[in-house]
């Protein structure tokens, strides 16, 4: 189907096929953008599924998906001359684009095999973008000790760790739902993009225990946003707080209480969770605390930036 499409697009492109009656109503064509994955300087081709508090959906060739902050969205450098990734057939090919024309781009693989495909078929670019420097890499985050998950059931909901394409994102958590557990691996719905992946026991970091939603107190939620603040309770109805925002929601999952950490336990150099914007979790190190501000590193390669100490949910002690 993806041929046909490319097919269909440059027929109509070069004026090339005559059609008979009216032209076909045109598919609004997806919007792919580029984004610094991780902050370190390559840049992998995604496209935009949706909007939300700030933030951009993408979902990669692969099939990855996440959510994307302004600073990571670059614009595509010409590409003509540039040696580029191609998804192609369930895999990041090699290839080298030679041309560009009507949005789309003509690829010539290392055996020589040429072809035009569509901008959602880059995977990536092979080398850091001209001016774009890549951060440190962060320290490794700890592995928290060996922990039982034999009682983990379906409907569950824990705190883990994203993998893709095999490789473990270290570089913050999510709250997911157990979706099965086997001997090969513990299948997770994220809450936040409702994608699913298959992780081993090691890719998870706490198990949540069930709440009961207490008005003034903040509590883990099985919702988008991780964490939220009860308001009010009215006739099946939760008024709740995420960051800046607050909104009833209806049947919505309380998990335990997700109290601030004691500000003692902030010093410098300390590994942390936190919520960025209010609504996203990300670890970080600890480097200054001034009033009822924490100034943080994060371990995805953003800039330093400050946070309110209410919003440094956990501390993974060495």
């Known amino acids: 189907m993806r041929h046909a499409h490319l097919a269909l697009a440059l027929c109509l492109s070069l004026s090339a096929c005559d059609r008979a009656g009216p032209a076909p109503t045109a598919e609004p064509e997806p919007r792919v953008i580029a984004v610094d994955w991780q902050g370190r300087g390559t840049l992998y081709a995604a496209t935009v599924v949706g909007e939300r508090a700030g933030l951009t959906g993408v979902r990669y060739a692969d099939g990855d998906r996440e959510w994307v902050e302004p600073r990571r969205l670059q614009p595509w450098p010409p590409l003509p001359g540039r040696d580029v990734t191609v998804w192609t057939r369930g895999a990041a090919q090699p290839a080298r684009v030679t041309a560009e024309r009507e949005g789309l781009f003509q690829v010539r693989f290392a055996d020589g095999a040429e072809t035009w495909i569509a901008p ?153 969770t936190a919520l960025w914007n209010g609504s996203s979790l990300y670890h970080a190190t600890v480097e200054s605390v001034s009033g009822g501000q924490v100034t943080l590193r994060w371990h995805d390669g953003s800039e330093p930036s400050a946070v309110p100490v209410e919003d440094i949910l956990e501390r993974w002690d060495q």
């Open 120 to 272: 959602d078929m880059l995977y990536a670019l092979e080398a850091p973008s001209a001016g774009v420097t890549p951060t440190d890499t962060p320290p490794s985050f700890p592995a928290r000790a060996p922990a039982d998950f034999s009682g983990l059931r379906p409907g569950a909901h824990v705190l883990a760790y994203w993998i893709s394409g095999g490789e473990v994102s270290r570089g913050r958590p999510y709250v997911c739902e157990v979706l099965s557990v086997a001997s090969d691996g513990i299948g997770l719905r994220y809450l936040e993009d409702g994608s699913e992946a298959t992780v081993s026991s090691a890719e998870i970091l706490r198990v949540f225990a069930p709440g009961t939603p207490t008005t003034g107190q903040r509590h883990w939620l099985v919702d988008a946003a991780p964490v939220g603040t009860v308001l009010e309770q009215r006739a099946g109805l939760t008024k709740l707080r995420v960051g800046e925002a607050e909104r009833w929601v209806e049947g919505l999952g309380v998990l335990e209480p997700a109290p601030p950490l004691d500000r003692s336990r902030l010093t410098p150099g300390a590994l942390v």
